[in-house]
């Protein structure tokens, strides 16, 4: 280690600020609890204050106010809160998550540094070296083996692994057992445990490590002056090179491993099993009732302390999912807003476009009024105002029309003992006899130059019933407009014939008086121009083609009520 180095870790490094602090003892009892032994990863800020007040009347409040002297730390929680996520300090990170307006906080690397070195100057009863160099023997196994190209050596590798399994059944097969004693079980278990909790904390390290590298992603686009493609080019080149960093790629096959529920119960089930051995379970302390309070001996501060070990161990596979899940969230969230940087950069290259083109118009309606000089007025001919692109996708396939082929082969002669007289009582409406009949109104003497399809229908009644009633209401013809007017509705009668049924003694069935009720149909003469001879009421609907609403009108007044109504 350099000289250098270490001065200029003195001078930037946030977890060498905390030990140097005069609250470090405060600092690193309250955050070393809250979000290192309970892995709380993002805490309200209310709750962080409300929390931190709690602990600083436990350390000195409750002793201070009985002795009357001053607090060792005198200053609010929250101006403590303020003071340790500020920059110059950089022991708690605070954000705003979607949809709140409360900062919340989260420790940072450097806290999680910091108590781990304080952890590690308490003294420990047994100090285990075997299975750590089993465990560097068998990183090196794996780093030989798993680099290995040749078939032959792997093959050979294999095999020798085989042959000390084939020996190690063959000993247990002949009662030989070979069994770690009680110093090689607590060895390997605080190796366990120690290893277990690094891991935990190294996730808010591989969180700080993905913010930073989407940090650096940010300043490039912010100071970027080269093509746009080059630049989405460079940005997903950069999003690809954080999942394919080395850390990346390890915390992916880490997050996968735990989410495979087999591997979750087979944790869960070895965690129970080594801590029922009789050299490990001595060490689990179960509180009795009526146990000391805060003044115990140090005997019982160490077992309490070894019973929050075994705690975390069985249940830190939960919080490594915790930990995992708020990485992936941070991942996600980060890439989202790159996302939005992006769309923001896009707004603004858009809004430059609008800008020149608003110019391009300025200009252009300033050259209008340029007088025509001898060589014509300024600017060009162009054959379109725009290209028009016809993509030969946008054909349509041929489609061959289907063919219908008649089987005239079997043909089978059909019944004629039936009534064809239906085929022969079609009713044909002839609509120039009809558009006569209007022309002929409008243009009678002293004719108001309008007429409404119920008078119409009063002096000409219908011949043909329904089919001649929309044959009027389908009328077109150069001579005269016909509106429609549905704020309003008119009812035409005419006789029909009576259904099937009893007949009068004569034998001749009665009519029957139908009634339709519909719109306000009027027919308006046209002369000259389209409109220009209609009566004023009807003028503009003439023009625009549009319904309008004519005069008031006379209504009429019905003889007799209808018998059948047809809607």
């Given amino acids: 280690m350099q000289h250098d180095d270490v001065d200029s870790l003195r001078r930037s490094s946030a977890a060498w600020r905390l030990l140097r602090a005069d609250t470090a003892p405060l600092v690193l009892s309250f955050l070393g609890t809250l979000f290192v032994e309970d892995n709380v990863r993002a805490i309200p800020e209310s709750e962080l204050v409300a929390r931190l007040d709690d602990h600083l009347w436990a350390v000195d409040g409750r002793s201070a106010r009985a002795s009357g002297a001053e607090p060792r730390y005198p200053r609010a929680p929250q101006a403590y809160v303020d003071h340790w996520a500020h920059p110059d300090q950089g022991w708690l990170r605070a954000w705003y998550p979607p949809s709140s307006g409360e900062p919340h906080y989260d420790a940072t690397p450097a806290v999680e540094q910091a108590v781990r070195w304080v952890a590690s100057l308490r003294g420990r009863g047994f100090v285990g070296t075997e299975s750590r160099l089993n465990t560097v023997f068998e990183l090196l196994r794996q780093l030989a083996v798993g680099t290995q190209t040749d078939p032959a050596e792997r093959l050979r590798e294999l095999e020798d692994r085989r042959a000390a399994i084939d020996e190690e059944i063959a000993q247990v097969r002949a009662g030989r057992v070979a069994v770690l004693d009680a110093a090689a079980q ?22 700080a490590n993905f913010r930073s590298l989407d940090r650096e992603l940010r300043e490039r686009i912010t100071g970027w002056d080269g093509a746009k493609g080059e630049l989405l080019e460079e940005v997903v080149r950069s999003r690809t090179a954080i999942a394919e960093s080395d850390q990346g790629r390890s915390f992916h096959a880490f997050y996968d491993f735990l989410l495979d529920r087999r591997r979750q119960e087979e944790f869960a089930a070895l965690v129970d099993r080594v801590q029922s051995l009789d050299a490990i379970a001595p060490d689990v302390v179960r509180p009795a009732p009526g146990a000391p309070g805060p003044d115990v ?5 160490d077992a309490a302390a070894r019973e929050q070990e075994h705690r975390r161990l069985r249940r830190v596979h ?3 999912l915790d930990a995992g899940e708020r990485t992936q969230a941070t991942v996600r969230t980060l890439s989202e807003q790159l996302r939005r940087f992006l ?5 603004l290259e858009n809004r430059r476009v609008m800008d020149i083109l608003r110019g391009v118009e300025a200009r252009a309606l300033a050259a209008r009024d340029v007088r025509r000089g001898p060589g014509g007025p300024p600017g060009m001919a162009i054959d379109a105002v725009a290209p028009e692109v016809v993509l030969p996708t946008e054909r349509p396939l041929f489609t061959p029309r289907p063919t219908a082929r008649l089987d005239s082969d079997h043909v089978e002669a059909g019944d004629d003992d039936f009534e064809v007289d239906a085929l022969y009582e079609q009713v044909h409406v002839d609509p120039e006899r009809l558009a006569r009949t209007v022309r002929a109104t409008l243009t ?3 004719g108001p130059g309008e007429v409404a399809l119920a008078d119409l229908l009063e002096a000409a009644p219908l011949e043909h019933g329904l089919a001649e009633l929309v044959t009027y209401l389908s009328l077109e013809d150069p001579r005269f407009v016909v509106v429609h007017d549905d704020e309003r509705t008119d009812e035409v009668r005419w006789e029909g014939e009576a259904p099937a049924g009893p007949v009068a003694e004569d034998g001749a069935p009665d009519p029957v008086v139908r009634v ?11 002369t000259g121009a389209a409109g220009g001879g209609a009566p004023p009421a009807l003028r503009d609907a003439v023009l625009d083609g549009s319904s ?10 019905t003889a007799e009520p209808a018998r059948e109504e047809t809607p």
């Fill in 343 to 347: 769309d923001d950069q896009v707004w």
């Fill in 516 to 526: 339709a009720r519909l719109p306000r149909v009027t027919y308006a003469r046209r």
């Fill in 318 to 320: 939960y919080d490594w």
């Fill in 444 to 446: 009678a003497p002293g």
């Fill in 548 to 557: 309008a609403t004519r005069p008031d009108e006379h209504h009429h007044d």
């Fill in 297 to 301: 001996d140090a005997a019982a501060t």
């Fill in 186 to 207: 607590r060895d390997r278990y605080q190796q366990l445990t120690q290893t277990a909790a690094e891991l935990l904390s190294d996730f808010r390290e591989v969180e």
